[in-house]
């Protein structure tokens, strides 16, 4: 068998670059998508030897551009990850569109620009993985974040529909909805808030690593996953249940 292509956007840093460094350590051919960070995505590069692909994946056409880019350089995609996701958080009462529109652009309509360029090569070659990264407060909900929190739900609707529609063609999508990990973003919360706020509401009694949910992505996206579609995965330590 070739060696399976895999998109993951987003793919440089945080839970993203753990995911993209766990698909190349399991044999695949990676090419990591980013938004904004130039420093960060050629310190990414140069560290893990994976090509990076810069492109809005609120955009369509920018999408489709660097999708095929990808594409002519690393072969036909059959796992995309859509993990790349923005917070603009605020009280709704003082949110502005432009806060609530830049979230769904980035956090929802990516699932449409990110997969639609690539779901007819994984139909007609008979085999896809799809694997959306939502969130806790995807399912839960959190105060200040009502524009997030509505993109993640809105994740999880359009992987079950997907996943329907593909079933029968070998292509399976699925949902991650991670909890508090410890990337640079958690990490920015202060320590007394960590502490007293967020930690005593973890069964486990620690943050999750990036890496934990880099290895459920590469259990969904493998061969043997192909009876999993339509399922949301809870990684969060006990936090919540869904």
């Known amino acids: 068998m070739a060696e399976r292509v895999a998109l993951v956007t987003g793919g440089t840093r945080g839970i993203g670059a753990a995911i993209s460094k766990g698909l190349k350590e399991a044999g695949y051919k990676v ?14 590069k140069a560290e893990t030897g994976i090509p990076v692909f810069k492109f809005d ?18 072969g036909p995609i059959d796992v995309l990850v859509n993990n790349a996701g923005i917070t603009r958080d605020g009280m709704f009462h003082k949110m502005t569109f432009e806060q609530w529109q830049a979230v769904i652009r980035t ?20 085999f896809g993985r799809i694997i959306l ?9 959190q105060m200040g974040q009502t524009n997030y929190s509505a993109a993640k739900a809105g994740v999880v609707g359009f992987a079950k529909a997907l996943a329907q529609e593909n079933a029968n063609k070998g ?9 508090y990990i410890a990337t640079e973003m958690v990490k920015a919360v202060p320590e007394e808030v960590l502490k007293s706020k967020i930690l005593p509401h973890i069964p486990v009694g620690r943050l999750g690593e990036a890496e934990e949910i880099a290895r459920a992505v590469e259990f969904l996206a493998g061969e043997q996953a192909g009876f999993i579609t339509g399922s949301t995965l809870t990684i969060n330590g006990g936090q919540y249940f869904h």
């Open 31 to 44: 090419a990591a998508n980013y938004g904004g960070n130039d420093e960060a995505a050629q310190a990414f």
């Open 107 to 126: 956090n929802l309509d990516s699932m449409f620009t990110c997969t639609k360029p690539v779901i007819d090569g994984m139909r007609a070659r008979g």
């Open 133 to 141: 990264i939502s969130s806790i407060n995807g399912q839960k909900g």
């Open 57 to 74: 994946v609120g955009d369509a056409a920018a999408c489709e551009q660097g999708i095929r880019a990808a594409e002519a350089e690393l």
């Open 171 to 179: 292509v399976t999508v699925n949902v991650i909805a991670p909890g």
